[in-house]
């Protein structure tokens, strides 16, 4: 199965600043890649698939970028309601697969 | 579209984990797929199945056969059931649903908490 590593594990972003968060493939993986944000007790919202496109509903903030193996997730001026566990995942090859997830915290 | 799971949270070793997830504002017969996926403590979120409105269904391998997906058309629910659970499938157990034809899951429940002990 195809192995998603993001980096780093823990960011620390004051707010109003940018974060980008890190997502490389084992295997090529087009752009074949979700974004999920997960607040304490809450299950994960789908931000973004197809690599860059976000969801419905998603703010602006949100971008994604990348193809291949290695993708980024940019938030801009983080908001307070951004601080917030986030994973990628893959649906290229079956089965899916998250990484194991970077925690963006209030610096 | 809202996802309600439920079930025990409470299944002993060698047990069987059976869960049920209500759709409401979708009708289960719809061309999505519905899933199950766990987050267990330490370990990566892990996508265990789907099942598509047919009754196709799609498995994790590393559950080596233990799973099994069901939709239920008259109650516009589905199920999920695992087989000789050990401690290491405790875990929060979402429900979940993928509309758009590949393994983007869209919609989760608010997960179903379950821990395997005697």
């Known amino acids: 199965e195809i192995l998603m590593t993001q980096s780093p594990a823990t960011l620390s972003v004051s707010p109003g600043e940018r974060a980008a968060l890190s997502c490389r493939a084992s295997q090529f993986i087009h752009n074949n890649l979700a974004w999920y944000q997960q607040k304490p007790g809450q299950a994960p919202r789908l931000l973004i698939s197809g690599a860059s496109t976000r969801a419905t509903g998603i703010p602006g903030r949100f971008s994604g970028s990348g193809s291949g193996t290695e993708f980024t997730l940019t938030i801009d001026s983080l908001q307070s309601e951004d601080f917030a566990m986030y994973y990628c995942?893959?649906?290229?090859?079956?089965?899916?697969?998250f990484g194991q997830g970077t925690k963006v915290d209030i610096k | 579209v809202q996802l309600q799971g439920s079930g025990p949270g409470l299944v002993k070793p060698s047990g069987t984990l059976s869960l049920t997830c209500a759709v409401s504002g979708y009708s289960i017969s719809s061309d999505y797929y519905w899933g199950w996926i766990r987050q267990s403590p330490g370990k990566r979120l892990e996508w265990l199945g789907s099942i598509y409105h047919t009754g196709s269904t799609y498995y994790n391998p590393s559950l080596n056969s233990r799973v099994t997906m069901s939709v239920d058309m008259s109650n516009n629910q589905f199920s999920l059931k695992l087989t000789s659970v050990i401690a290491a499938d405790t875990g929060r157990y979402y429900c979940?649903?993928?509309?758009?034809?590949?393994?983007?899951?869209?919609?989760w429940g608010q997960g179903i908490l379950v821990t395997v002990s005697s």
């Open positions: 979940m649903v993928a509309t758009t034809g590949d393994n983007v899951f869209d919609f």
């Open positions: 995942q893959q649906y290229k090859d079956w089965p899916a697969t």
